[in-house]
């Protein structure tokens, strides 16, 4: 009698069984990657712990990739088949043969500040000093020179620049000596405590915004021609997350202090004060921005052509922007 009424119960679930492995496998398994756990990259890993991607249809495994040239390798190789990636390690990738294009940006700025040892007070103090970034070719890389040219002195000429890897060896050649300051995302030297210091120029001090495609969601050609679906699918994820960033401040605090194994009240006020009201509502990529870093490419690879249409796709985006999906999550 119990082995018949099993039986009945069993054939009564098994639609719903049947229909809960296909909402299983619906979930497309991808790689993605961030690249920092600052608030820049916070887009990244907010729409993973508060279920973006898999609301999205996406079985995600986020992997951090610690710069930009690194994360490029890694998309071109198809280890990674969507990241984030800045447009200065796209360009650079780009003139060299790379069949890569950004399809939104989250963020088309750069929050940086030239964090500099307390006894240099000037940009003559700077002057023959030298300057650590993660590697040439990255953001800080980027920033480094950006910020020293705002300075009124010349990258490399004036200031040499060293690559040391990420924040911690920077912090520690600062607190050894070894350099007189590094580009660090905002709020990042409220934790250096006992690391006499001062902040001698920000982005945030620029009379003009300086355009730059920043945190952008980069893949392949052939992998958006293939996959568009599943790359509009990440994008409708990181718009959904950039939102909840945007509007839901204490949270997004909690998760930057979870993925910074932080818990400085100042450091995580400062970093979501600075970022936050940066991420754009609509992620295009943009296009001053890229042309600055394609003609700085081209620079350094002679003879090459290399246009704005070539490493930017838009259509995802403007697709979006047009379906009223977009307005959709910013009216909720």
């Not at 082995?3 to 790689?31: C, D, H, M, N, T």
């Not at 004036?158 to 050649?173: C, M, N, Y």
């Not at 959904?240 to 993925?259: G, P, V």
């Not at 970022?275 to 002679?302: C, F, H, M, N, S």
Request: glycine share 6%; with cysteine; proline share 5%.
């Amino acid at each position: 009698m119990r082995a018949s009424r099993f039986r009945y119960v069993a054939i009564l679930l098994l639609p719903f069984i049947f229909l809960l492995g296909k909402a299983v496998s619906a979930q497309e398994r991808i790689k993605l990657d961030y690249s920092s756990v600052d608030a820049s990259n916070a887009v990244w890993y907010t729409a993973q712990e508060m279920g973006f991607f898999k609301k999205n249809g996406l079985d995600t495994e986020l992997i951090f990739i610690p710069s930009t040239t690194t994360a490029v390798s890694s998309i071109i190789a198809g280890d990674i088949p969507v990241g984030n990636a800045a447009g200065s390690g796209v360009a650079s990738a780009a003139v060299g043969g790379a069949n890569l294009v950004m399809v939104a940006c989250m963020l088309n700025t750069l929050p940086y500040e030239l964090v500099v040892q307390e006894n240099i007070r000037s940009a003559e103090d700077l002057r023959g000093k030298s300057v650590a970034i993660s590697r040439i070719g990255s953001a800080s890389d980027v920033a480094a020179r950006v910020l020293i040219k705002g300075l009124g002195l010349e990258p490399v000429k004036d200031v040499p620049i060293l690559q040391v890897g990420g924040a911690p060896e920077r912090a520690s050649a600062f607190r050894g000596g070894r350099i007189a300051g590094f580009p660090s995302p905002p709020g990042i030297i409220k934790l250096a405590q006992g690391m006499p210091h001062r902040v001698l120029i920000s982005t945030a001090d620029f009379q003009k915004r300086f355009d730059f495609p920043f945190i952008c969601v980069t893949t392949t050609k052939p992998f958006l021609s293939s996959h568009r679906e599943t790359v509009k699918r990440v994008v409708m994820a990181l718009i959904e997350a950039t939102h909840f960033f945007k509007t839901r401040k204490e949270d997004s605090k909690k998760i930057l202090a979870k993925y910074n194994r932080q818990n400085n009240p100042a450091y995580l006020e400062a970093a979501y004060s600075a970022v936050a009201k940066l991420y754009d509502r609509v992620p295009w990529v943009t296009r001053d921005g890229t042309e600055v870093q394609i003609k700085d490419a081209l620079v350094r690879k002679p003879g090459t052509t290399l246009r704005f249409e070539d490493i930017a796709d838009d259509s995802i985006v403007r697709e979006l922007e047009k379906s009223g999906f977009i307005d959709s999550v910013y009216n909720k």
